[in-house]
């Protein structure tokens, strides 16, 4: 068997070993049973959706303020995106009913931007 040969199954032992180390460190970190109740797993997803759903809403919120403070707007679509930011807060409060949320649920820190307010 040639030199170069041997190296090579040398080093694929080595590299084996290595990964089998980390797996198994990585292996202890982790819990021993995944929570998977469906119940559980349902509302986290809910939660991750509204949070984003509200996000969005948020900045919608703030583009309307600062469109309407800037005269852009003609006061019948000031009352039309008054009407539609309502509902949205309407229809978030009912979801977040739904789901058993609360307004502290929804809540993240976006770093530098501060928490979701």
């Given at each position: ?44 997803l809910a ?68 928490g979701l307010?």
């Amino acid at each position: 068997m040639p030199e170069d040969r041997v190296t090579s199954f040398d080093a694929d032992d080595s590299m084996r070993e290595e990964l089998a180390t980390q797996l198994s460190e990585i292996a202890r970190a982790l819990p021993d049973r995944i929570n998977a109740d469906p119940e559980r797993v349902e509302q986290g997803l809910a939660r991750l959706v509204l949070t984003l759903i509200e996000v969005v809403r948020k900045v919608l919120e703030h583009q309307a303020v600062r469109r309407m403070d800037g005269g852009g707007l003609s006061a019948e679509e000031v009352e039309r995106l008054g009407l539609a930011l309502l509902k949205l807060d309407e229809r978030m409060q009912q979801m977040k009913g739904a789901f058993g949320l609360t307004d502290e649920d929804l809540q993240i820190d976006l770093g530098p931007l501060g928490g979701l307010r």
